[in-house]
Nanobody, 119 residues
Framework: QVQLVESGGGLVQPGESLKLSCAAS????????MGWYRQGPGKTRDKVAT???????NYADSVAGRFTISRDNAKNTVYLQMNSLKFEDTAVYYC?????????????WGNGTLVTVSS
């Protein structure tokens, strides 16, 4: 029903920048928010940044001030601008779209794009 395709991952050195894109398609009218999650080696999948249909954004403490989430509604695309990248940012980054109810949430996921920060 909802398809998400990430792109933009790659290999970068510490301190460099990278911009990820997530193209959404399908039945999007019920989606309340979109965001980026990441899963590093041996770690859980954690929320990085989210943006609601109203434009409100939230960031994990570990990326606040370095990452910026944005959207282009005409293109149904969400972006994640990542600056001042660190070794610990290395992870598979997943695009998420969510439909929230008062007591439940439905999540849709892309297949992920790998970001490797290495010297």
């Amino acid at each position: 029903q909802v398809q998400l395709v990430e792109s933009g991952g790659g290999l970068v050195q510490p301190g460099e920048s990278l911009k990820l894109s997530c193209a959404a398609s399908g039945s999007l009218s019920s989606i309340d928010a979109m965001g980026w999650y990441r899963q590093g080696p041996g770690k859980t999948r954690d929320k990085v940044a989210t943006i609601t249909t109203g434009g409100s954004t939230n960031y994990a403490d570990s990326v606040a001030g370095r990452f910026t989430i944005s959207r282009d509604n005409a293109k149904n695309t969400v972006y994640l601008q990542m600056n001042s990248l660190k070794f610990e940012d290395t992870a598979v980054y997943y695009c998420n779209a969510a439909r929230h109810g008062p007591t439940w949430v439905i999540d849709y996921w892309g297949n992920g794009t790998l970001v490797t920060v290495s010297s």
